[in-house]
């Protein structure tokens, strides 16, 4: 099947294969926006009444003579369209993070208008407002999960997201294309890629690279597209102009990659009197957002020490049976402002651990290569058979280490503190950066890659975090880490 015919004149477009003809043809008859939003906003009603329901029946199991108010189912109608209001729906761009953001911000402001309404016209007791409290929690916790849910499961559908150009099949758009197709949740769609050097023409990660920056025009009408992102950073200041001036009026929405390399999630915009500057915050060196973390690592982890400590005692006892000597070990890293702290483990390696590396890496050349690569191995011969494996699986050896975050040392999410021979594989000032915070019991590298992360990948995900701190991200990784302990993927 050929692409369809050119209505303006200009080069002649290179032909698509069948099936992309094909692919292209579905995308643009079933993507509607209206029915991603139903669907969003269904999704979200019904989590949210859900919530309601469940909150005031729980408070009447406290006190059954709370009275029925079948007003209180507003209250999702409300929060829906407080969610339409600020542009959740179809939420094209946003990440998991701002949704949750979003989500908690715009039901908060829901329930403390109710609260508000119900303190000023005293028509309901002081019971109701605890249902009303307790149906506020419920949809704070199950709202995000709801909505989080309903995308993973409508990402996949051929209808979910909108068609995508990208410009530029260099090395930026290659990563872009990965990226989106990553991250669905963002509602981006890579269709077509477009670049001037023939040699990029072809399939560039399953896209079909279908012509120059000229072809804009009838790429643009055949694959129904009206988002483009331009991913060629080195373009020179005045090609760039001329091309939007005319890709404008083609493109409803253009997003341009910056050459500056900002990865932060909470840059923004900022009109300089006709110039235009990107602003970033480095939260973490705020002492307020300071203080707000200690005190979520203080909670939390008196809390989950308080829990641990059966678990705690069941694996020192299966380690002792496995290999006589303590089941805890400490191990000296490296800390905020690069102070040395001891981190606290249960041991799942044999007490001559280092002996038997240097012997493993002397005998076989590509276990050389490995260890080099990720300072890991799969097949370590020092893991105890049996419990040594499960308990780093699981990541259950890293409990004691609540310990470490209640003294202040660490904190419940962080960049994870690395032995000296793995901190001297990256470049002083990655090091530098990481020294400004307290390392963490997981953080953003473990709950994306784990061990199949290289020490770039390691890099460039703990640099994120650190200049992307929020308390909505700390709760997106710690919910992360949860499904990273009970489906283990890539640890070992």
Request: glycine share 8%.
């Amino acid at each position: 099947m050929s692409a369809p015919a050119r209505q303006t004149p200009g080069p002649t477009p290179s032909p698509l294969h069948g099936w992309v003809a094909e692919a292209v043809a579905v995308r643009q008859s079933a993507y509607s926006p209206a029915y991603m939003t139903a669907t969003l906003a269904a999704a979200d009603f019904s989590v949210l009444t859900a919530s309601v329901v469940a909150g005031f029946a729980l408070w009447r199991r406290i006190n059954p003579a709370i009275p029925l108010q079948p007003e209180m189912l507003l209250l999702p109608l409300c929060c829906v369209g407080v969610f339409a209001a600020t542009s959740q729906y179809p939420g094209m761009g946003l990440t998991v993070v701002e949704h949750m953001r979003r989500i908690c911000r715009g039901v908060s402001t829901v329930y403390l208008l109710f609260l508000f309404a119900m303190f000023l016209t005293k028509g309901s007791s002081d019971n109701s407002r605890g249902a009303l409290l307790l149906a506020w929690a419920l949809s704070m916790a199950l709202a995000p999960c709801g909505r989080c849910a309903a995308i993973h499961v409508m990402a996949r559908r051929p209808w979910w997201g909108v068609t995508v150009l990208v410009i530029g099949a260099g090395s930026t758009g290659r990563a872009t294309v990965r990226d989106l197709k990553a991250n669905r949740i963002l509602g981006y769609r890579p269709v077509a890629l477009l670049d001037d050097d023939p040699r990029a023409h072809g399939i560039c990660d399953g896209v079909p690279v279908v012509g120059t920056l000229d072809d804009a025009a009838w790429v643009a009408r055949a694959f129904a597209i009206r988002y483009a992102i331009l991913a060629i950073p080195g373009i020179p200041r005045e090609r760039l102009a001329w091309h939007l001036r005319r890709w404008r009026r083609i493109f409803q929405r253009i997003l341009i990659i910056s050459e500056s390399g900002l990865t932060t999630q909470w840059t923004e915009p900022r009109d300089l009197g006709g110039m235009i500057g990107f602003e970033t915050q480095q939260k973490l060196l705020n002492p307020a957002a300071r203080r707000v973390k200690r005190a979520i690592d203080l909670a939390a982890a008196s809390l989950g020490l308080l829990a641990a400590v059966p678990v705690l005692g069941l694996c020192a006892l299966w380690i002792w049976k496995a290999s006589p000597g303590s089941p805890f070990y400490s191990q000296e890293r490296e800390g905020r402002d690069g102070t040395t702290l001891r981190i606290l483990k249960l041991r799942t390696m044999f007490p001559n651990a280092d002996e038997m590396l240097a012997s493993h890496l002397a005998r076989n050349p590509s276990a050389r290569e490995e260890w080099g690569r990720f300072c890991k191995l799969k097949g370590d011969p020092r893991i105890l058979p049996g419990v040594g494996h499960i308990l780093r699986k699981t990541s259950l050896d890293e409990l004691p280490q609540l310990w470490n975050v209640l003294k202040g040392e660490m904190s419940l999410v962080g960049p994870r503190p690395f032995p000296a021979y793995h901190n001297a594989r990256f470049d002083p000032e990655f090091l530098q950066l990481r020294t400004q915070v307290r390392p963490g019991m997981t953080g953003l590298w473990q709950v994306s890659a784990r061990s199949d992360g290289d020490l770039d990948v390691q890099q460039s995900l703990d640099s994120y975090y650190i200049r992307n701190w929020s308390p909505w991200l700390d709760i997106y990784i710690l919910a992360r880490t949860v499904r990273a302990v009970l489906a283990p993927r890539g640890s070992y």
